[in-house]
């Protein structure tokens, strides 16, 4: 066998062997990422999942609030004219 032969046999062989070893190196990361990524969704979901039960505990109470207090629309009292000018919404006394 040639010098020359023997060169290009080991350039080869080299470079199919680096090819491997970074084609494992990119998979492992790849890897690596996309497990980072199903971490970081599951936070997100227990995150929505807390929202939603501050939320309807929020509502809850508001429901128990409303059924323990008398609510009324004090929109429709307002004096018209005080609204019109940018003045204080107080209610009209009657």
Do not use: C, W
């Not at 929505?48 to 809850?60: I, L, S, T, V």
Request: overall charge positive.
């Amino acid at each position: 066998m040639s010098k020359a032969s023997k060169f290009t046999l080991l350039g080869t062989s080299l470079f199919a062997l680096g090819t491997v070893v970074f084609v494992h190196y990119q998979q492992k990361a790849e890897q690596q990422a996309m497990h980072q990524g199903v971490i970081r969704d599951m936070e997100q979901q227990r995150l929505k999942r807390e929202r939603q039960a501050d939320f309807d505990m929020q509502r809850a109470l508001e429901a128990e609030y409303k059924k323990d207090q008398s609510v009324r629309d004090t929109t429709a009292e307002m004096d018209p004219a005080l609204s019109k000018r940018g003045g204080l919404n107080v209610p009209v006394a009657r």
